[in-house]
T-cell receptor, first 112, second 113 residues
Framework: KQEVTQIPAALSVPEGENLVLNCSFT??????LQWFRQDPGKGLTSLLL?????REQTSGRLNASLDKSSGRSTLYIAASQPGDSATYLC???????????FGKGTLLTVNP | EPEVTQTPSHQVTQMGQEVILRCVPI?????FYWYRQILGQKVEFLVS????????KSEIFDDQFSVERPDGSNFTLKIRSTKLEDSAMYFC???????????FGQGTRLTVV
């Protein structure tokens, strides 16, 4: 059974800092991995999708990497802003399945 | 930008009542999903739907749950007889193919009293 873990559970940083969020998964037979942002009481906003054949994806100040063999992904946020404050979720899709398996998320607070 | 739309945003129902949660997926998407998130817990998969049939479901998705695509635009989740433990945020999602980016709606907060 696929388990997804995100560390740390919470992170507080000053504005302007670069930061890294971590995601690990137990079954490396994934098809892809997706990072989401969730604001309190709101839906999930897709940030980046990395296919299993890719090593990284970039979108603006966000860069996600994937090391499938070790079961890890990182989300790098450059020059953090208060508007980046949210919960960041990672989710993996196993090759033969349709479903996404989610981690519990990292609650990020960026202080002005 | 195309988005997944869910209605209502919040529904309160009495235990034992039937509820229908509604979703309008992105128009050219072919795969549809329901997930739920109990307060403070992980987002959990319920069901996926493709080509007018369920393609995968979790153990949560028992006989009390059903899904339907009644027309070319709507995708619904029905809970036949709600229980207190069904209280959660329910998210609809869609994707163009089975392996591409999944887009989520804003959710319906279901409260069973």
């Amino acid at each position: 059974k696929q388990e997804v873990t995100q560390i740390p559970a919470a992170l507080s940083v000053p504005e302007g800092e670069n930061l890294v969020l971590n995601c690990s998964f137990t079954d490396s037979a994934i098809y892809n991995l997706q990072w989401f942002r969730q604001d309190p009481g709101k839906g999930l906003t897709s940030l980046l999708l990395i296919q299993s054949s890719q090593r990284e994806q970039t979108s603006g100040r966000l860069n996600a990497s994937l090391d499938k063999s070790s079961g890890r992904s990182t989300l790098y946020i450059a020059a953090s802003q208060p508007g980046d404050s949210a919960t960041y979720l990672c989710a993996v899709r196993r090759g033969s399945n349709y479903k996404l398996t989610f981690g519990k998320g990292t609650l990020l607070t960026v202080n002005p | 930008e195309p988005e997944v739309t869910q209605t209502p945003s919040h529904q309160v129902t009495q235990m034992g009542q039937e509820v229908i949660l509604r979703c309008v997926p992105i128009s050219n998407h072919l795969y549809f999903y329901w997930y739920r998130q109990i307060l403070g817990q992980k987002v959990e998969f319920l069901v996926s739907f493709y080509n007018n049939e369920i393609s995968e479901k979790s153990e949560i998705f028992d006989d009390q749950f059903s899904v339907e695509r009644p027309d070319g635009s709507n995708f619904t989740l029905k809970i036949r007889s709600t229980k207190l433990e069904d209280s959660a945020m329910y998210f609809c999602a869609s994707s163009a193919t089975a392996n591409t980016e999944a887009f989520f709606g804003q959710g319906t907060r279901l409260t069973v009293v």
